[in-house]
């Protein structure tokens, strides 16, 4: 059993050592994040840069070298911040030609269940989306003017036409709205936030209109059973768009169509109000937690994911919260809820 304890490996590690067992190469990936090693550490022996791998005082890199056999070390004990973990230990001599031993490729594998190696991969996964938000906002620009351009047209040639004109209005405002959150993001890297006191039931309605034709040509019955509720203080765009976040999953859960009901109540809670709003749909269902899949790079995962866990940050943000109910094949119910609005903030 291998009982060496070393530092924390906050990711998989591969390098090279010849029989002297100096550093030839090093394979770091995101040891180049936190300068664990520096870029003067090849030609010199391999523990003096990384922990050593030895058992009852014997270098096993050494051993595997000498022996010209690979060895697999499962159980290497890992002193995490999280305590004694293990990690796997891959030593396969590399042979020149002739088959004469000139050194080794070792392969260090972290333990996933420690949170600073977690922390870490979560972060670059988002410095990844980030990187691609910047690209798909640039993106967005010109396409957008195309569409609003479309609009006026529209609305300048069907004008007589009052459903159309009620779509031509609606289209015009979102698209004001986003060139406004685009300009800001690209001009200061974040959105300022600006707080509106407004009614969800008025978001809603908004929402249904403007998912009317996706609605009719899914043969979904969108229902609206919306009640009674106070205002709410919100940053109106970000929350429009939770909430559309919400409303376009739940139709892409019907294919073959069914029935979408989003519904709005009060209720008070700890002595404070707040209102709540419903969805519910009556498709796939959701297994998991599709959240946390939405934020991994697993194969299966889809943008569901991403789109669940801005919502449920948007609406966290607020002092509000996000619930899934719901079991997969039996349709989903997502319960969102804010604080009712205690005063302040500007009307719309």
């Known amino acids: 059993m291998v009982s060496q304890q070393t530092s924390c490996f906050p990711c998989s590690v591969t390098f090279e050592v010849d029989t002297a067992l100096r550093l030839q190469s090093l394979n770091r990936g ?64 590399l042979k020149d030609a002739a088959g004469t031993v000139m050194g080794a490729t070792v392969v260090l594998r972290a333990a996933p269940q420690c949170w600073p190696y977690a922390d870490l991969m979560q972060s670059q996964r988002l410095i990844n989306i980030g990187k691609s938000a910047i690209s798909l906002v640039h993106n967005f620009r010109n396409p957008l003017h195309s569409i609003k351009g479309a609009m006026f047209y529209l609305g300048n040639k069907y004008s007589s036409d009052p459903e159309v004109a009620e779509f031509t209005s609606l289209a015009d405002a979102e698209i004001e709205r986003m060139e406004s959150v685009i300009s800001g993001f690209l001009d200061n890297s974040s959105r300022k936030i600006l707080l509106v006191t407004t009614d969800l039931n008025g978001i ?4 249904e209109t403007l998912n009317t034709l996706r609605a009719k040509t899914t043969k979904i019955k969108f ?84 789109g ?19 079991k997969q094949q039996l349709g989903s119910v997502v319960r969102l809820w804010l604080p009712a609005a205690e005063g302040g903030g500007k009307d719309e």
């Open 204 to 207: 809603v309605r908004k929402l």
């Open 223 to 306: 229902i609206s059973e919306l009640g009674p509720v106070p205002p709410v203080s919100i940053d109106y765009f970000e929350i429009e768009q939770a909430i559309a976040n919400i409303i376009s999953n739940a139709m892409e859960a019907m294919p073959n169509g069914g029935v979408l009901v989003a519904s709005t109540f009060s209720r008070r809670l700890s002595d404070k109000d707040y209102v709540f709003l419903e969805i519910s749909d009556s498709g796939t269902g959701m297994a998991g937690n599709p959240i946390d899949a939405g934020l991994r790079d697993d194969p299966g995962s889809s943008s569901r994911g991403y």
């Open 30 to 93: 995101m040891l180049d994040q936190i300068k664990f090693v520096s870029s003067d550490s090849l030609g010199v022996p391999y523990f003096e840069k990384l922990p050593r791998i030895e058992e009852d005082g014997i270098d096993l890199v050494e051993e595997a070298i000498r022996g010209g056999k690979i060895r697999v070390l499962n159980g290497f004990r890992v002193d995490c911040f999280l305590g004694t973990l293990e990690a796997e230990i891959v030593i396969e001599p």
């Open 308 to 326: 669940l866990s801005i919502t449920a940050e948007a609406f966290r943000r607020h002092g509000g919260g996000f619930k899934i109910i719901g």
